[in-house]
């Protein structure tokens, strides 16, 4: 795993949003902008078709846009934090926490256990409030690269 | 208590896996061991076959169909999609602890949006019993056609032999769909026979194409349901019969499958599974149904008629025994209706006498189109260890079916394991045919089993020969399912005794 899951430059402290769609395309531009991935316009197509089909929205204010696409060149997860809240069709209200998970289409399953990891870590209550208690990028991208183990 | 859970979606990076975390934590909360399996792009690891029967029950977690279903067989489940896992997990937990408490499988509300349905495939499992599976998984579903439009057309048959007395039974085959439409009374028990008697029909028209099209949707999912129909109903419409469903479902199968794996631009990609597949394979099935096979039965069905009329009056017995075996050939196929068409066209010849050989063989061909169904119905009740469970209650319905010469009754059984079924159908239905010669029973209705008694002469030489007959049939099937089990009755009734055991033990 020579490409880490996020490094702090993937990570925006203060989105602010009008909708799901464009809080999506600004966490978007920062893999883009890291490299990794290589078409954000049809990234964003792949996330739309995979939001489209169910809304990602968690309740606790969570949002999980995500897709596997041939445009993403590594497992990367960007995050977002969004002060003012955007929608994500969560049953209890909009995310403050915005989670954008990108996966290789030609990953292998080895590739793919870290992101397996990740939504396994997603579901505990502690992990995402240590996030949300994070003030700066460098601290949020601490926590996951810590708790983001492959089992 | 311990329970086993699928998780999958549609990505397979997010929700199976925050599913999976959310029921196990849930499950520990409340003291209950939970393993879930991730079928998702990271691959998934089966579940050890042990926990799996130590499971009390299932949770299906899942938006994908889940693989391997069966191994979950007779286990108390919750059907409750991946995000409902995810947002409740407890509730999820709770409901599974109660459908486990009831002791029944249970479906709970909010339940996947997309389902789809069940096949019996294990893709795991050898050619021989794969092809069985996909066999299994067309039958399953065709059983209930037959079942409803069977049982609608003995209906018609039995309020027609009361509302229009003897002849009934012939004159609700008669009566024209435009004046059920246009006349219909509700007063007159004829219409009524001729409603049940037509919408039966109807039903049945949708048993080779059902059974076509689940064969190649167990091969190739959901890419296979449309050429497998279509080629279904191309097989009824040359006169192919089920065999021919057979053949059609099989090839849809395989076709769907291999061009669903066609690498292509990205482009069309999109449109594979709602154009091309279907549009490609269908063409492809109908060409091959139309214009190389419908031929060679056409030329077969004459061929077989201009012999029949050869042979006609020679040897009585031995063309009763000849005709019996083509009714218990293919239950409706071209050789059937060949042997069919024969006696009902000699109905038509004027001024016969009431023991006319063209009556005789009519009382011939229907008593042997009994057999098969009959037999099946016997041989599913007497030794049910050798049937599946769908099999064992089609044997009921196939009483009935059998009783008003519905040879399709058999169909399922003879689809399902088609060398024994035929074998046994034709040995049997061709001693009933020979018998009836024999005792020269007459018999002036061209369709009706049993409700057409009244207007067969000697009705009891024609019971006997068809109960000769059922029970060589019977006997045969029995004999040759012994020889060679199938496996998935056994996994079946393995299934049932570990329910039993588990009945014992509460």
């Given amino acids: ?118 939504a396994r870590r997603l579901v505990h209550e502690s992990f995402r409030q240590s996030l949300k208690d994070a003030t700066d990028p460098a601290t949020v991208a601490e926590i996951i690269t810590r708790e983001v183990v492959p089992s | 208590m311990k329970l086993v859970a699928v998780s999958s979606c549609p990505t397979g990076i997010a929700h199976t896996y925050m599913a999976a975390e959310a029921l196990e934590q849930a499950g520990k909360a409340v003291g209950i061991e939970v393993h879930v399996e991730t079928q998702g792009a990271a691959g998934s690891t089966p579940l050890d076959p042990q926990l799996i029967a130590d499971a009390d029950g299932v ?87 037959v079942a409803a439009g069977g049982i609608l057309i003995a209906l018609g048959f039995m309020v027609a032999q009361f509302a229009g007395g003897s002849d009934g039974v012939i004159a609700v085959t008669k009566v024209p769909v435009s004046h059920l439409l246009n006349d219909f009374s509700v007063a007159s028990g004829m219409d009524w026979a001729a409603l049940l008697f037509q919408t039966g029909a109807v039903a049945f028209g949708f048993l080779v194409p059902v059974l076509s099209g689940f064969i190649a949707y167990g091969i190739a999912d959901r890419p296979g349901l449309v050429p497998g129909f279509v080629g279904g109903a191309v097989s009824v419409a040359v006169g192919a019969g089920f065999l021919g469903g057979l053949v059609t479902g099989f090839m849809a199968g395989f076709l769907a499958l291999w061009i669903s794996r066609w690498k292509v631009a990205k482009g069309v990609r999109g449109i594979m599974p709602v154009v091309v597949i279907p549009l490609l394979s269908s063409f492809v099935v109908g060409l091959v149904m139309f214009v190389v096979i419908g031929q060679p039965i056409a030329s077969l069905m004459d ?71 009959l037999a099946m119905a016997l041989a599913s009740s007497a030794r049910k260890k050798l049937f599946t469970h769908a099999e064992q209650e089609n044997g009921k319905a196939a009483w009935l079916l059998g009783l008003s010469f519905i040879s399709e009754g058999a169909i399922p059984f003879a689809a399902a394991d088609p060398w024994r079924v035929i074998l046994s159908s034709l040995v049997g239905s061709s001693v009933t045919g020979a018998i009836v010669m024999g005792v020269g029973s007459a018999q002036r209705a061209p369709h009706g089993g049993v409700w057409v008694l009244p207007l067969i002469s000697n009705p009891f030489g024609f019971l006997m020969a068809v109960a000769v007959g059922m029970v060589i049939t019977a006997a045969l099937v029995v004999v040759l399912k012994s020889a060679k089990p199938n496996p998935i009755v056994q996994a079946e009734q393995a299934v049932d005794e570990q329910q039993e055991l588990v009945a014992q033990t509460v």
Avoid: C
């Fill in chain 2, 303 to 373: 061929g077989l008629s201009s012999w029949l009329n050869g042979l006609s009056g020679s040897n009585l017995i031995l063309l009763g025994a000849l005709l019996g075996a083509m009714m218990g050939f293919d239950l409706g196929g071209p050789i059937n209706k060949v042997a069919y068409t024969f006696a009902v066209t000699g109905l038509a010849t004027e001024g016969l006498g009431t023991d006319a050989v063209q009556y005789r063989i009519m009382a011939a061909v229907m008593a042997a189109g009994m057999v098969a169904p």
């Fill in chain 2, 59 to 145: 949770i299906y977690a899942a938006d994908l169909e889940v693989k391997d279903k069966d191994r979950f067989a007779g286990k108390p489940f919750v059907d409750v999609g991946v995000k409902k896992a995810v947002h409740d997990a407890p509730g999820v937990i709770a409901a599974a602890v109660a459908a486990v408490e009831a002791g029944v499988p249970a479906p709970v509300a909010g339940a996947a949006p997309i389902a789809a349905p069940a096949t019996k495939v294990d893709r795991n499992a050898g050619v021989g019993t794969r092809i069985r599976q996909w066999l299994m998984t067309g039958v399953s579903y065709m059983i209930p056609f």
């Fill in chain 1, 1 to 118: 795993m020579s490409t880490p899951l996020i490094t702090p430059d993937l990570v925006a402290v203060d989105v602010v949003a009008a909708d799901r769609d464009a809080a999506t395309r600004q966490l978007i531009d920062l893999l883009a902008a890291a490299g990794r991935v290589t078409d954000a316009e049809g990234f964003h197509a792949d996330v739309r078709a995979r939001e489209a089909q169910m809304a990602t929205g968690m309740p606790g204010g969570i949002g999980l846009p995500h897709a596997r696409s041939a445009h993403v060149t590594a497992p990367s997860l960007a995050v977002g934090k969004v002060p003012g809240g955007v929608d994500f069709g969560a049953p209890d209200g909009p995310a403050t926490l915005v989670f954008l998970i990108a996966a290789p289409d030609s990953g292998d399953a080895a590739h793919l256990q870290i992101l397996a990891a990740l």
